[in-house]
């Protein structure tokens, strides 16, 4: 599975923590930035992430900043994506069994870096749950977007 990751400089630290902890598992990265601490808008790199899962370059993406809410809204913001801002473990899983989402966002000044292995482990990890009532909550949801 190819994996879109994509962070400001407020989370720099970490999204290299957890792409070196994808690879390590075995997982393609695809880095969307940003590649220093030096400040950046977060908007351009959660959009890059975001654009690459949904055009299907990618499986799944991860997007960081200091709140995960700037980058989670971004990504939101494009046509396709369901992306969940995710502080604890049992909201990533319930996220993948309900939702289906295809990208996660986490705040870097929210989550310690052990937390943040354990929800990005158990993000990857649950399937879909493929019950009727979630998908046609999805498809709900889904025809929202303009």
Request: hydrophobic letters at 45%; a neutral charge; aromatic letters at 6%.
């Amino acid at each position: 599975m190819k994996i879109a990751i994509g962070c400001d400089h407020g989370a720099f630290v970490l999204k290299s923590k957890v792409a070196a902890h994808l690879k390590a598992l075995g997982y393609e990265v695809e880095d969307f930035g940003t590649h220093s601490l030096d400040s950046c808008d977060y908007p351009d790199f959660a959009a890059a992430a975001a654009k690459a899962v949904a055009s299907g370059e990618c499986q799944r993406g991860i997007v960081l900043c200091t709140t995960g809410i700037g980058v989670s809204i971004s990504a939101n913001k494009i046509k396709g994506i369901r992306c969940a801002l995710l502080s604890d473990v049992w909201s990533a899983k319930m996220t993948r069994l309900h939702n289906d989402t295809n990208m996660m966002a986490l705040g870097a000044g929210i989550v310690g870096e052990n937390l943040a292995m354990e929800i990005v482990d158990t993000w990857l990890g649950t399937a879909f749950s493929g019950e009727a009532r979630h998908q046609r909550r999805i498809d709900k949801v889904m025809a929202l977007e303009g």
